[in-house]
């Protein structure tokens, strides 16, 4: 038997940096830990033992345990078995593969798509596939880390413009004019704001210089539009406008993610797309769960609008408290300001029942920590009540007696939960 070996100098040495970092974390109110869900029933979980109403979850059309899809899924690993045992283009691509992919198309009402095995990879997959270091990309500045780290990535330049502004996206596009390509990048529903972006402006920016828009949509896929094709529809443009990317892991309750688009952009993608290539294609099982959340879609639209409902009455309720959102949405961010407060309201909200984490750099741009409250179509008037309830409670109490002196910008009613144009700084 060998000799155990200790723990070299060397990692001895990396342990403690990162034993001090995470105490540096803690100091500053921004350590992340892992919570264990013990069992989930709707928006109902069980979590450490205490029975909560979950507030952040992404599941925005209750789909993720809809017995359809779990039908979907065991008959596939009956007959496929779980893992697709290979990459792609390897022989990692099923029937399965194929069918949710000309689905998708169909859904959208474009010619192909494509299945990544996680939303974060479709961007990182994307924009890596089509931009290169002779090319610009133009960002929101409130864009999703996996844009970010995508557009960085790419090697492609890269530009910030101000939330939402469609002028500014323009000017930087204007004096990136020698690029190769140059492409507006922006979320459709953003996914820390609710907020939703200026797609028809930036479409008309980007037409103007003969440029690109890539849709980010991870949040507003299925769960807007009249019929679901997500923020597009929601504002009245074709999806074909844009390099649109959207997830299996949110409205459609599954695992995922996808690019639309004409067939040579999905070919280009199959030849050049390392995400795609380097992987292990998604597991079947999840494949054939997704194909079939689609068709529960198009047969229960009632999910959607119960959604839009709920985030109508969800609105008022928070402006007849004095909190005004910008615009309804299944994502409500409360801003606290700094990290110490956002993790008092959200402990606070726990003792009464209601998980709604702390969201804190670098998730969210310093000093706007939040807390960021997802509606799903599984709350219920009741939940909405009781949440409402809670928040009037939670948001005075924490900000006078435990926070007051500490905090560096103390909130009053109106400015903890800001509308979504205010809180973004541009
Ligand atoms: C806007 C946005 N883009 C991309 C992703 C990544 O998607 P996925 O969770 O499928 O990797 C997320 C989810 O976290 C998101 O909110």
Redesign the pocket.
């Known amino acids: 038997m060998p000799a155990i070996v200790g723990l070299s100098t060397a990692t001895q040495r990396l342990l403690s940096e990162l034993t001090e970092e995470l105490v540096a974390l803690e100091a500053g109110g921004l350590r992340r830990q892992l919570r264990t869900l013990e069992a989930v029933d709707g928006p109902r979980v069980r979590l450490e033992g205490r029975e909560l109403v979950n507030w952040c979850s992404?599941d925005s059309l209750g789909l993720s345990r809809h017995p359809r899809l779990a039908e979907a899924a065991a008959s596939a690993a009956a007959e496929w078995g779980l893992g697709a045992r290979a990459s792609r283009l390897l022989s990692g691509t099923t029937r399965w593969h194929r069918e949710l992919e000309e689905a998708l198309a169909r859904w959208f009402g474009v010619e192909a798509a494509l299945v990544y095995p996680?939303?974060?990879?479709?961007?990182l997959g994307a924009l890596g596939a089509l931009c290169s270091s002779q090319d610009l990309i133009v960002m929101d500045r409130l864009?999703?880390a996996?844009?970010f780290d995508a557009a960085r990535a790419s090697r492609a330049t890269v530009r910030v413009f101000r939330h939402h502004d469609a002028g500014h996206a323009a000017t930087l596009l204007a004096r990136g004019r020698g690029a190769r390509r140059r492409l507006i990048v922006t979320?459709g529903v953003?996914?820390m704001e609710g907020d939703r972006a200026p797609l028809a402006d930036l479409a008309e920016a980007a037409q103007a210089q003969e440029a690109l828009v890539y849709v980010?949509d991870?949040?507003g896929a299925f769960a807007l539009g009249r019929s679901g094709r997500g923020s597009p529809e929601a504002a009245g443009l074709s999806p074909e406008r844009f390099l649109y990317?959207g997830?299996?892991?949110?409205a459609l309750g599954c695992?995922?993610?996808f690019i639309i688009g004409p067939r040579p952009l999905i070919e280009w993608l199959h030849n050049r797309s390392r995400p795609f290539i380097y992987t292990t294609a998604l597991a079947t099982p999840v494949v054939a769960a997704a194909a079939a959340a689609l068709q529960v879609l198009e047969e229960e639209p009632h999910r959607r609008l119960l959604l839009e409902a709920r985030a109508q009455a969800l609105a008022s309720r928070l402006a007849a408290l004095g909190l005004p959102l910008a615009a309804p949405s299944h994502i409500v961010p409360v801003i606290a300001g700094d990290a110490e407060r956002a993790v008092a309201w959200s402990r606070r909200l726990w003792d009464r029942g209601i998980w709604a984490p702390a969201i804190r750099p670098p998730t969210v741009p310093e000093g706007t920590a939040r807390l960021r409250l997802s509606l799903t179509a599984l709350h219920t008037e009741e939940h909405l009540d009781a949440l409402i309830d809670a928040l009037k409670d939670v948001l005075p109490r924490v900000r006078s007696s435990e926070l007051g002196v500490r905090s560096k910008s103390p909130a009053t009613p109106h400015s903890a939960l800001r509308t979504p144009h205010s809180g973004s700084g541009g």
């Open positions: 992404n996680s939303g974060y990879l479709a961007n864009s999703h996996s844009l979320e953003f996914s980010d991870a949040h990317m997830t299996l892991g949110k695992q995922g993610g």
